[in-house]
T-cell receptor
């Protein structure tokens, strides 16, 4: 079945550092891929998405490229801020159902 | 503001008590979902409703029931709460098909003692 694997956290960075959070997936067909962000005490918010191979999703300085050859959708940001501290979830949706399948989440802590 | 509204935000139950978590969306979405979030396990789907009048089990349905009351509302019921059901519960909604993501509510933090 479909599944998502993302790197375990926590990831601790200093402000202005480069961020990469790895995400790989297993799926039949051509799923859509998503990154969600959860700030402390809040629900999940859609950060970015990509719907086909080689698409790049971007939002708020974050980017992720849909790589079908490596079945990956790594999240990157060139310069993180303290306000980026949150839990980041990789997810996919595909096949006959409309269900999103989530990774386990990666906690990012950015220190001033 | 448009979105998904969950009530209550916090709840403490004693083992064996029952309760219903309420969820409503005002985006005219067809599909609605209930997830639970536990440390180290991400989000796990409890039940979902692909469209009004239908419900289906997700990954962890045991101990729960749901009702899709109408297109807007999707409730989750715990008939006899157990400590293992201590968790944060999220409701979400989406369009029925396509590449859209989900819109999530802000969650209900439930503690069963």
């Amino acid at each position: 079945g479909n599944s998502v694997t993302q790197m375990e956290g926590p990831v601790t960075l200093s402000e202005e550092a480069f961020l990469t959070i790895n995400c790989t997936y297993t799926a039949t067909g051509y799923p859509s891929l998503f990154w969600y962000v959860q700030y402390p005490g809040e629900g999940l918010q859609l950060l970015l998405k990509a719907t086909k191979a080689d698409d790049k999703g971007s939002n708020k300085g974050f980017e992720a490229t849909y790589r079908k050859e490596t079945t990956s959708f790594h999240l990157e940001k060139g310069s993180v801020q303290v306000s980026d501290s949150a839990v980041y979830f990789c997810a996919l949706k595909g096949g006959a159902t409309n269900k999103l399948i989530f990774g386990t989440g990666t906690l990012l802590a950015v220190q001033p | 503001n448009a979105g998904v509204t969950q009530t209550p935000k916090f709840q403490v139950l004693k083992t064996g008590q029952s309760m219903t978590l309420q969820c409503a969306q005002d985006m005219n979405h067809n599909s609605m979902y209930w997830y639970r979030q536990d440390p180290g396990m991400g989000l796990r789907l409890i039940y979902y409703s692909a469209s009004e009048g239908t419900t289906d089990k997700g990954e962890v349905p045991n101990g729960y029931n749901v009702s899709r009351l109408n297109k807007r509302e999707f409730s989750l019921r715990l008939e006899s709460a157990a400590p293992s059901q201590t968790s944060v519960y999220f409701c979400a909604s989406s369009e029925i098909a396509g590449s859209y993501g989900y819109t999530f509510g802000s969650g209900t933090r439930l503690t069963v003692v």
